[in-house]
């Protein structure tokens, strides 16, 4: 009876070690963990993609750059702003953003051309970093010019016309056009979120994929759909 016991006590403590194994790897390649080891506690930050070289896509040949202009606007190194309450009485521009805002640098483009550029902190006028959402700016431009190109027809085309893998899932995808994502109206069910708290786990993990995951496709194809593209803005 004492062997019997002995037994069943140590198949115990050898299926417990075996879920702790199968738990930690499990962990070990959830996108949020991996995300966590990446970049922190705070997620992404403005140079994360120094690390996440496959995020970065190489320059052209030649890559457009916006001219110096001859005369450059100087004179905004002397500007003071008056008469804006305590925080910025007589205070410079460069004052006026550090310590206050993020920022690190100003960049002024008149007529084509930069007339003002000035950068302080860690960021410099040789050093990439990350966009974030001015990437929606940027994928719009590209968009038009590709409507320009002939490469999309027009911005109503549903996007199943150019993936046409997302026919086979809910009907709704044939009813979302780019011109829906552009315009932030697309319906489905996906929202930007960084809470810890144990509610928003499932909407957490689903972001920590989309920047850690492999596999962005296969997200895209198993998302669900808020409501009619169209009828709201997200």
Same mark, same amino acid.
């Given at each position: 009876?004492? +062997?019997?016991?002995?037994?069943?006590?140590?198949?115990?403590?050898?299926?417990?070690?075996?879920?702790?194994?199968?738990a930690a790897s499990t962990l070990a390649s959830c %996108?949020?963990?991996?995300?966590? +080891?990446?970049?922190?506690? %705070?997620?992404?930050?403005?140079?994360?993609?120094?690390?996440?070289?496959?995020?970065?896509?190489? !320059?052209?040949? *030649?890559?457009?750059?916006?001219?110096?202009?001859?005369?450059?606007?100087?004179?905004?190194?002397?500007?003071?702003?008056?008469?804006?309450?305590?925080?910025?009485?007589?205070?410079?521009?460069?004052?006026?953003?550090?310590?206050?805002?993020?920022?690190?640098?100003?960049?002024?483009?008149?007529?084509?051309?930069?007339?003002?550029?000035?950068?302080?902190?860690?960021?410099?006028?040789d050093r990439m970093a990350t966009v974030f959402s001015? %990437?929606?700016?940027?994928?719009?431009?590209?968009?038009?010019?590709?409507?320009?190109?002939?490469?999309?027809? !027009?911005?109503?085309?549903?996007?199943?016309?150019?993936?046409?893998?997302?026919?086979?899932?809910?009907p709704m995808w044939q009813r979302l056009t780019i011109?829906?994502?552009?315009?932030?109206? %697309?319906?489905?069910? *996906?929202?930007?979120?960084?809470?810890?708290?144990?509610?928003?786990?499932? +909407?957490?993990?689903?972001?920590?994929?989309?920047?850690?995951?492999?596999?962005?496709?296969?997200?895209? +194809?198993?998302?669900?759909?808020?409501?009619?593209?169209?009828?709201?803005?997200?």
């Open positions: 009876m004492k +062997r019997l016991r002995y037994v069943v006590m140590k198949t115990k403590k050898i299926w417990g070690l075996a879920l702790i194994i199968v %996108s949020i963990v991996r995300g966590y +080891r990446a970049d922190g506690k %705070s997620g992404p930050d403005i140079y994360s993609f120094e690390h996440h070289v496959h995020d970065t896509i190489d !320059n052209g040949t *030649f890559p457009f750059r916006f001219p110096y202009a001859k005369q450059q606007a100087i004179w905004i190194d002397t500007l003071h702003f008056f008469n804006q309450g305590k925080h910025y009485k007589n205070t410079t521009l460069q004052e006026a953003v550090t310590g206050k805002t993020d920022t690190q640098g100003v960049l002024v483009i008149q007529n084509d051309s930069i007339i003002y550029e000035k950068y302080w902190g860690d960021i410099s006028a001015v %990437s929606k700016s940027i994928t719009s431009l590209l968009c038009g010019i590709a409507v320009d190109e002939g490469c999309i027809k !027009n911005v109503d085309d549903a996007v199943t016309d150019y993936l046409p893998e997302l026919k086979k899932r809910d011109r829906h994502l552009l315009n932030m109206q %697309s319906g489905l069910d *996906f929202d930007d979120t960084y809470s810890l708290r144990l509610k928003h786990f499932k +909407r957490l993990n689903a972001m920590a994929k989309l920047n850690y995951g492999h596999n962005m496709m296969k997200q895209i +194809r198993g998302l669900k759909f808020r409501c009619e593209p169209g009828k709201e803005y997200c």
